[in-house]
């Protein structure tokens, strides 16, 4: 898919020391993949910013589907993301591939029905966690195990769960006693996972439909593109 942008600076409640924080919202997407891959992202940047410079991008009431992977290529930087009412229906652990340094991440008001216990195996700095207004039926008891910087976690308004924890603030319920409920509630209920070789067949076919869809649109932008201003490319 790519993205089309609109960057601005913009203070924020938790912005150390007054320093605005540069962000980008995103005000279209074309070419929606079916894996919801990023293959670029387009727009004019405030003088003197790079893609690098972004630390909190917000996509808004998309028709995705899928969540925006690899988007961390294209802003290495980024610390917070939202991706709000975009109808994504299921999560996997390829989606938060580079989210290394991302600390925030809020999904609210899509279709998520459930949590596998790998999902957040690529993003383990994560601070605060929002799925509020989805449609959460089933959590991995070892789905938050690994976060151990989590310290908000919105799990509001769902199917089978209507909870939230905040260890910012006084609140009754802890991360740990979270983590217990989820091990009662769903425990003894996995989540049907692929076999090892079905899930290496889908890394593999993954790639090559990755590799195709990147070299005809690179071959397709030599003539739409011409003359458009492209920012940061990979």
Known sequence: MELYCDFSNYLSITSIDDEPIYK?????????????????????????KTNKDVQAITIFNQQLKHFPR????????LRSISVIGCEIEALSPFDFIGFEDVEKLLLNGNKITKLPGDVFQYAKNLESVSFFNNRIEHIDEMTFEDLKKLKYLNLKMNATIDLCVNEFAHVRMS???????IKIKYGGRKIEDETKMTRKL?????????FIESSRMLFEDDFKYNGTEVVDRN
């Not at 991360?175 to 409920?181: A, E, P, R, S, V």
């Not at 889908?202 to 990755?210: Q, Y």
């Open 202 to 210: 889908s890394e593999t076919l993954e790639f090559l439909e990755n």
């Open 175 to 181: 991360m740990d006693q979270l983590k217990g409920f």
């Open 24 to 48: 980008c919202i995103v005000t279209g997407i074309k070419r929606i993949a079916e894996n919801g891959r990023v293959l670029g992202v387009f727009g004019h940047h405030v003088p003197g």
């Open 70 to 77: 690899y988007i961390c290529s294209f802003f290495p930087n």
